[in-house]
T-cell receptor
Framework: AQRVTQPEKLLSVFKGAPVELKCNYS??????LFWYVQYSRQRLQLLLRHISRESIKGFTADLNKGETSFHLKKPFAQEEDSAMYYCALSGENYGGSQGNLIFGKGTKLSVKP | DAGVTQSPTHLIKTRGQQVTLRCSPK?????VSWYQQALGQGPQFIFQYYEEEERQRGNFPDRFSGHQFPNYSSELNVNALLLGDSALYLC?????????????FGPGTRLTVL
């Protein structure tokens, strides 16, 4: 079964400390993986996706197929990074079109001053 | 462009009733997906509409149905409401069906079933 696991509900760090939000997935094919973020009182928005290999707001994520992980990392956390982070996997239907997203339960990141 | 818009913002219904939620996609987008987000959970995929047809469906009963109009806007209908249907319902639009397209989310409709 296709599944996304985020083992931490809450992660609290101090400003300037490194951050790693964990994400593991279960998928039988070639996955497309994403990190979405939801800041307070804002809508869910895409942070980054593994196929673009970009660094957004200092965050990076590397797909490790051997460990089936897609952890989100930032070397120096900022207070404005405090938000809810969701890891998501693009699913697949019988037609081969990958359109639906399978989300993890999310990790709340709190960056303290 | 206001992005994805949803109405209403909040809704309170009682068990057994029916509800209709509405979504207007971002300008230029033709694909609409609906998600249910229960408290403390990540969004769960309900279904996706493209060219006015349901193209993909998640693990939701037939009480959940939808529609897409020629202008790409969409409705989510839920019949015979249960207490467990209380959740935030999110609409997302994209410029195509495939996973390579970024999905843009609306602010959601908070449904409370009493």
């Amino acid at each position: 079964a296709q599944r996304v696991t985020q083992p931490e509900k809450l992660l609290s760090v101090f400003k300037g400390a490194p951050v790693e939000l964990k994400c593991n997935y279960s998928y039988s094919g070639s996955p497309e993986l994403f990190w979405y973020v939801q800041y307070s009182r804002q809508r869910l928005q895409l942070l980054l996706r593994h196929i673009s290999r970009e660094s957004i707001k200092g965050f990076t994520a590397d797909l490790n197929k051997g460990e089936t992980s897609f952890h989100l990392k930032k070397p120096f956390a900022q207070e404005e990074d405090s938000a809810m982070y969701y890891c998501a996997l693009s699913g697949e239907n019988y037609g081969g079109s990958q359109g639906n997203l399978i989300f993890g339960k999310g990790t709340k990141l709190s960056v303290k001053p | 462009d206001a992005g994805v818009t949803q109405s209403p913002t909040h809704l309170i219904k009682t068990r057994g009733q029916q509800v209709t939620l509405r979504c207007s996609p971002k300008s230029g987008h033709d694909t609409v997906s609906w998600y249910q987000q229960a408290l403390g959970q990540g969004p769960q995929f309900i279904f996706q509409y493209y060219e006015e047809e349901e193209r993909q469906r998640g693990n939701f009963p037939d009480r959940f149905s939808g529609h897409q109009f020629p202008n790409y806007s969409s409705e989510l209908n839920v019949n015979a409401l249960l207490l467990g249907d209380s959740a935030l319902y999110l609409c997302a639009s994209s410029p195509g069906q495939g996973g390579r397209y970024e999905q843009f989310f609306g602010p959601g409709t908070r449904l409370t079933v009493l």
